[in-house]
């Protein structure tokens, strides 16, 4: 083990102990990571797809790897994930194709979705590339999910969402659960801040997240960083009681009793430009 995993253990294990009692005490504690930001650094991306096969990757459609990689992935049996590029502090600093239109209406978010998932193949959900802005637009997010919802009509397998929760006032989720969705939000960012004491906390805080609650999402990104610490850290998980299980185990299933799904593809909206 390097210096530098075995100093992100130690403070790990120090946060456990410091974490009370784990909250379901039948239950082994659970997390689950996303790798983001996957398919425009060859050389990273292949350090990731050597990472534990229970990682997922979140693949950007428009990456020039894109195909490729969410390929590759598919073959070693990784969960792949659409990370859907959306807007951040306003409606048009990340403009189409790359990004849907704020004002767009359902069938346009369907079409723009049906883009990414051919891009990204073999997506079984999809999470947010920033967004704080349209994240943050109940509107325009409500739309967005009602786009997701006429493509998942479309589908064998329906696509879940995953918050990544770029600002604390996003309607993602909420949009995603009152569509009867699959959802699951983030709970840490692992590397945030690439310094090695600041990922130690963080993933300090991500074990002690899943004692207390029984699991816990973090997404990190393909850093140097990153890269040398996970391996001798995701080996060490079962020294701490913690399981590392594929993102689909931790996702809230669409409730039975679900709200009925209207026809979008009629309903009043902007006009897709």
């Not at 996957?38 to 990472?51: P, T």
């Not at 951040?88 to 600093?93: E, H, K, Q, V």
């Not at 399981?243 to 185990?249: G, K, R």
Request: glycine letters at 6%; charged letters at 20%.
């Amino acid at each position: 083990m390097n210096q530098l995993a075995g100093k992100l253990l130690r403070a790990a294990a120090c946060c456990l102990l410091c974490a009370g009692p784990v909250a379901l005490a039948d239950q082994q504690p659970r997390i689950a990571l996303i790798m983001d930001d996957i398919g425009f650094q060859s050389v990273m991306d292949e350090a990731v797809l050597a990472l534990d096969e229970r990682v997922a990757v979140a693949v950007i459609p428009n990456a020039p790897g894109a195909r490729h990689l969410a390929r590759r992935a598919g073959d070693q049996g990784r969960e792949v994930l659409i990370h859907l590029p959306l807007s951040r502090a306003g409606p048009l600093d990340c403009d189409a194709p790359i990004c849907p239109r704020q004002e767009w209406s359902p069938e346009r978010m369907r079409k723009h979705l049906a883009w990414a998932s051919d891009r990204v193949s073999g997506a079984i959900g999809l999470n947010n590339h920033q967004g704080s802005g349209f994240t943050a637009d109940p509107q325009a997010t409500r739309r967005l999910i009602e786009g997701l919802v006429l493509l998942n009509g479309e589908r064998d397998q329906p696509l879940f969402v995953i918050d990544s929760r770029t600002t604390p006032a996003t309607r993602l989720a909420s949009s995603a659960r009152e569509a009867g969705l699959g959802v699951a939000e983030r709970q840490v960012f692992l590397d945030h801040d690439r310094d090695p004491d600041a990922i130690a906390s963080a993933w300090a805080r991500l074990l002690a997240t899943a004692r207390r609650d029984g699991q816990a999402i973090a997404i990190a990104h393909p850093h140097t960083e990153t890269l040398e610490f996970l391996p001798d850290a995701l080996a060490g998980l079962a020294a701490y009681g913690v399981e590392l299980v594929p993102i689909s185990a931790l996702i809230e299933t669409a409730s039975a009793t679900s709200r009925a799904v209207p026809d979008y593809r009629s309903a009043t909206a902007p006009s897709a430009p």
